[in-house]
């Protein structure tokens, strides 16, 4: 019985033509970088975890999507990982591995001084939240794209750092015209691609985007959306892209990580995840968001009953 009941699912299996020679994921067979039992703390007048034990990999030239609620840790992860956490935060345990193109491992949490602000841009980079108040707004352009390379490149004549920042501004879509430009003078998809433009001013391997489309009109965000995917085919970089709006992950990641505080509760590809959420909180998010079709009703607040029950991390306990 046993036999003959192995034969005719075997008998199926080949006629619907399952695949046995699919390739493993490139996180597992290439990652570029990997994150093992990190933590992170807050700690001022009460201690507050704000990430937790968290595990991923990201596979070189993968975008892999950071999805949340404000205050889930998502921001707080993307510095602890580039190391730009100040006090009270504090990494409590946890390894940050960088595998770079050269052959050889980096330990990211062991770095120090020198090495360590040369491995920030040149290895991993950020596009930070709110490209009006990361740039300078009494400095030009071209010289807030040319200290990246007087820091990075101190060897470059002022005619190379200023051929190559007008290369960055139309590698973005931006005229080089815009050089002798103050931030004030841009639209705010401008500043955002001056912002892509010098986090990618060293070819770096890992790009972290920090809610890069935040408070930009959709037709923008949209623009902004096929730069990034346009930049990252051409250049080969991987991107941790960090947003609450699921959406828009859903639009350009490879794979979606969700954090519910401080914690990654699941993790998959895009399609998966949108098609067959594993987790309740997953289900809610993706319901929380405006259907053409669906009645008003059946819309998802997720976070009330948290919020209610005060269980959330950074509610004040009596």
């Known amino acids: 019985m046993t036999t003959a009941t192995n034969s005719n699912a075997a008998s199926s299996a080949a006629s619907v033509n399952i695949p046995t020679n699919v390739l493993p994921p490139v996180y597992e067979t290439d990652p570029v970088l990997e994150v093992d039992d990190f933590c992170v703390e807050y700690r001022a007048e009460k201690t507050v975890q704000a990430v937790k034990h968290v595990n991923l990999k990201l596979g070189r030239g993968e975008v892999l999507g950071l999805a949340g609620e404000s205050g889930c840790g998502k921001s707080t992860l993307a510095y602890g990982i580039n190391r730009l956490l100040k006090p009270p935060a504090v990494i409590t345990s946890g390894r940050v591995s960088f595998n770079s193109r050269e052959g050889y491992p980096i330990d990211v949490r062991a770095l120090e001084g020198d090495d360590l602000r040369m491995f ?112 990252k085919d051409e250049f080969g970089f991987a991107v941790i892209f960090i947003t609450h709006d699921l959406p828009l992950l859903l639009e350009i990641s490879d794979r979606i990580a969700v954090m519910r505080k401080g914690e990654i509760i699941e993790m998959n590809d895009a399609m998966s995840l949108y098609t067959n959420p594993q987790q309740e909180y997953t289900a809610k998010l993706l319901s929380s968001f405006p259907s053409l079709t669906g009645d008003r009703g059946d819309f998802i607040r997720t976070g009330s009953e948290d919020l209610a029950e005060g269980t959330s991390p950074f509610a004040t306990k009596e």
């Not at 300078?136 to 920042?165: A, W, Y």
């Not at 990618?200 to 890992?206: E, F, R, S």
């Open 120 to 231: 920030r841009w040149e290895k991993i980079s950020m596009v930070f939240q709110g490209a009006m108040n990361s740039l300078n707004p009494v400095k030009k352009i071209k010289d807030q794209l040319g200290d990246v390379f007087t820091t990075h490149r101190p060897d470059m004549s002022r005619k190379e750092r200023l051929d190559k920042c007008g290369e960055l501004l139309e590698r973005v879509g931006v005229d080089r015209n815009r050089l002798n430009a103050y931030p004030h003078e841009l639209s705010g998809g401008m500043r955002q691609r001056v912002m892509i433009a010098m986090a990618m001013a060293l070819d770096p391997q890992v790009m972290i985007m920090d809610e890069p489309t935040t408070a930009l009109d959709v037709v923008v965000q949209r623009e902004i959306l096929r730069e990034i995917t346009r930049l």
